[in-house]
């Protein structure tokens, strides 16, 4: 996979005039950060190289000895339709540009010393050849019914047919230079998702991830373009951001749903352009990063309501991954219940894993997970702690009657006040409120299976706002 070379298909630069052919080829790379170019001063070598490269783009000039770019254009569409091809050309002539469109050029631009125009339609061009390019391949994929790399996936424990389309899809997308937005329930596999596509992408360097609830809008900067020495109090020195760490890999983030509307404006910009500035910074940097972003969000419902941006929700579409729920692919449940009495034996040191009685995988059908299959490894790894040789088909049913008794009556495990009193009177200090905050939030999501959602309603509070808790909950463990 020739991952440093962008576009994954080659650009053909047709013109016989050399000096334009090289500051082209420069301002595409330096500016629109295109490598994969062939020059070509001959027009009679266009054919040729058509036919034996992988020309997806040919940028051609009109006026040329031998064959010239009129004639060329004209068996270029006839004979490789799905090659694009954009005129440029000294002639600023009306009926010249509606001649070439109607023979089938993409685009028409008259050579100018501001190439900063040309590489935006460039770029267009090949976010559109890009998609054709994928589309295409996810339907002879799914015609084909084959992975190219089932290692990517060796971590996802599914027999689903869902799941295998989504697969072919990510191997489908794992040259494309777009963001790929992930969404789906809590706990439903958002992450390892993420991490399957970074390897079906092949990339060298590791993929750097972030959760990006609860920052505000300069932490959010901060995190993402890091800042300039002296940008703020306290900012001794310079230092690189997120995006600058992740040149060359994915850079995974995850919970965009609660982003400010202010954040979500540099995001689109990053996300569209390539383009932001460091805090305190008035250089514009561009990065080459890939952006893979992840929400347990109706992003749909916030952008109706006005919480969520109409351009960056409609940027997001581009490549859109949605993991189904456990409870639409229960044929999942039993190799996950193995899997994971496996896997929790194995942490426990367990010479061999408790066997299955065989009515815990119908037993376990039956229930909703509302926390997926974060909620699922939290109950089996809990039954496997209490029965080491054979699990306890009565045990599974008790943990589920009462999370079913939790998700449809939040309010019934509340103690009294008195008996809230009681634990602080026995401990021999008070503990602090921060302190309180994280015993809580551990609890609550501990007791929800890792379901934010059910856990923020055991809390009375909303599933940002135990977002932000998390968040600050790690940053005081990680100080
Ligand atoms: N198909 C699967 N096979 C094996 N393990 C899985 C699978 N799907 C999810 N898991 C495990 O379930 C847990 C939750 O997965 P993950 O963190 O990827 O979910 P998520 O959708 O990103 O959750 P959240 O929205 O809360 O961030 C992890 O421990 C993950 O390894």
Request: some cysteine.
């Amino acid at each position: 996979m020739k991952k440093n070379l962008y576009p994954a298909f080659s650009v053909l630069l047709v013109d016989d005039e050399l000096p334009w052919l090289r500051s082209l080829t420069m301002a595409l790379n330096g500016e629109g950060g295109i490598n994969n170019i062939i020059q070509c001063q001959d027009s009679r070598q266009v054919l040729d190289i058509i036919n034996e490269q992988n020309v997806g783009l040919v940028l051609l000039d009109l006026t040329m000895p031998h064959v010239s770019g009129e004639q060329l254009l004209t068996t270029i569409s006839e004979t490789f339709p799905s090659v694009f091809v954009i005129v440029i050309t000294g002639m600023n002539q009306v009926d010249y540009a509606v001649r070439c469109m109607k023979v089938g050029a993409f685009d028409y631009y008259v050579k100018t010393n501001d190439v900063n125009r040309i590489i935006t339609g460039i770029l267009h061009a090949i976010r559109i050849i890009e998609l054709q390019r994928e589309s295409r391949d996810v339907r002879s994929r799914l015609l084909t019914d084959r992975l190219e790399n089932p290692e990517a996936f060796s971590d996802i424990v599914t027999t689903s047919k869902k799941m295998f389309a989504i697969f072919q899809y990510i191997e489908s997308i794992a040259l494309s230079k777009q963001p790929v937005l992930i969404t789906g329930e809590s706990g439903v596999g958002k992450e390892l998702i993420a991490r399957a596509l970074y390897k079906a992408c092949a990339y060298d360097k590791p993929m750097v991830s972030v959760n990006i609830a609860g920052l505000d809008d300069a932490m959010f900067s901060d995190t993402l373009f890091g800042h300039k020495r002296g940008a703020f109090t306290g900012a001794d020195d310079s230092r690189s951001g997120l995006v600058e760490q992740a040149e060359e890999t994915i850079l995974f983030l995850d919970e965009i749903g609660d982003l400010s509307q202010s954040s979500q404006v540099k995001l689109l910009r990053l996300l569209q352009d390539g383009e932001y500035y460091s805090v305190g910074g008035d250089q514009l940097k561009r990065t080459k990063s890939r952006f893979v972003l992840a929400t347990n969000h109706d992003l749909l419902s916030k952008q109706q309501c006005g919480e969520f941006r109409k351009d960056l929700f409609y940027r997001l579409q581009t490549h859109h991954i949605h993991i189904p729920p456990l409870r639409e692919r229960k044929e999942d449940i039993p190799l996950l219940l193995e899997h994971f009495v496996k896997a929790a034996a194995h942490e426990l040191g367990l010479k061999c894993p408790p066997n299955i009685p065989k009515p815990i995988p119908a037993l376990l059908s039956r229930y909703a997970f509302p926390g997926n299959i974060r909620e699922l490894r939290s109950i089996v790894y809990d039954e496997v702690c209490r029965n080491k040789i054979m699990l306890s088909a009565d045990g599974f049913k008790d943990v589920i009657n009462y999370r079913q008794e939790i998700e449809s009556n939040p309010d019934a495990c509340i103690l009294g006040d008195a008996a809230i009193l009681q634990v602080f009177l026995n401990a021999q200090r008070l503990p602090t409120y921060s302190e309180v905050e994280d015993i809580l939030t551990e609890a609550a999501l501990d007791k929800a299976g890792g379901n934010q959602t059910l856990a923020a309603r055991m809390l009375g509070i909303s599933q940002p706002g135990l977002s932000k808790r998390i968040s600050s909950c790690k940053n005081r463990i990680n100080k």
